[in-house]
């Protein structure tokens, strides 16, 4: 019999499907929408020391088949999402991830240590976000690394590290905080990216730089992982980025990820695990597969 079971590291995942940080935002409200049975994990939306307000509208934008967002991580502070929100999560029918977000190294400790005393199972690293020199922590894979470092010291938890398209060698920066003590990498994020209304002239967003999601990243955060892969196939990652049917799933099992994440086809639709669990299911009987490790990596190359 087929099972959808699959491990990153030691940590346990009833199926290979994550709901990424930001897209249901933190879990709870999702709840009577989503169901998350058919997860093995939902990301909470990223938390960061002290509150965020976010930049102002316009924040979101369709721009061809993706979507661009520059919401700027808006959210409540650590200690009112302890307050509200971090003691909740053991009512519901998935295992939650946090995920901290800070503009210092020193920041994202503070949040990781907030958060061991929650009720999440693990605790994801925002390392996309800027820090206060500007440039985000993922492309720099020694400030990486000293986040992960800082989070590590911070809690017992399993922790994952979400990185970036954009670096330069995202094999570079896997390597830092995995020597750092994550236990895990999601590849990837949003691509930085920005578009113009050639009528009204003005940026789409009113940042203008924003991330870039949706189908079109999907080929870029493929090859991420399978350089990853490559690199250190030791290093379980979560596959990340245009992921909307059974199809893709299985596109960055073969690539080498281990679990894959769901993120902005949540906006189109909310229940889409349901059909990717079912279709997957599907493609695992007819091909003779019976546990999804056999998918890891086994991609059948030209020569």
């Known amino acids: 019999m087929a099972t959808l079971d699959v491990s990153l590291g030691s940590h346990h995942l009833a199926t290979p499907l994550v709901a990424a940080a930001g897209t249901v935002g933190s879990v709870i ?9 058919r997860y093995g994990a939902a990301v909470a939306k990223s938390v960061s020391p002290e509150p965020w307000t976010g930049r102002p509208a316009p924040r979101i934008g ?3 088949t993706g979507m661009l967002n520059g919401i700027g991580i808006q959210n409540p502070g650590i200690d009112a999402w302890l307050e509200d929100i971090g003691s909740a999560f053991s009512d519901l029918s998935v295992p939650v991830w946090g995920s901290a977000v800070a503009h210092d190294v020193e920041g994202f400790g503070l949040v990781a240590a907030a958060m061991d005393r929650s009720d999440v199972a693990a605790i994801e690293i925002n390392l996309s976000c800027p820090n206060l020199d500007g440039m985000p922590f ?3 894979a020694h400030l990486s690394g000293r986040v992960v470092e800082g989070v590590r010291a911070a809690t017992n938890k399993p922790i994952g590290a979400k990185l970036s398209p954009d670096a330069s060698s995202v094999v570079e920066v896997a390597a830092a905080v995995a020597t750092a003590g994550a236990d895990w990498v999601v590849m990837g994020n949003t691509a930085m990216g920005a578009a113009i209304d050639p009528h009204t002239r003005r940026p789409v967003l009113s940042g203008v730089i924003g991330g870039y999601s949706g ?4 080929p870029i955060a493929v090859r991420c992982v399978l350089d990853i892969s490559r690199a250190m196939p030791d290093l379980p990652i979560v596959g990340c980025g245009g992921v909307s049917t059974a199809d893709h799933v299985v596109e960055y099992l073969l690539a080498g ?3 894959v994440g769901i993120g902005s086809a949540h906006f189109d639709r909310p229940r889409v695990a349901d059909r ?4 997957l299911d599907r493609y695992m009987t007819r091909n003779g597969i019976t546990n999804l490790l056999e ?5 059948e190359p030209w020569t």
Do not use: C, N, Q
């Open 29 to 37: 409200e999702f709840a009577d929408t989503v169901d998350f049975s």
């Open 295 to 299: 998918l890891k990596g086994a991609y």
């Open 215 to 218: 189908s079109p990243l999907r």
């Open 276 to 279: 990717i669990v079912r279709d």
């Open 257 to 259: 990820a281990s679990a």
């Open 62 to 64: 369709a721009v061809d």
């Open 138 to 140: 993922a492309l720099d």
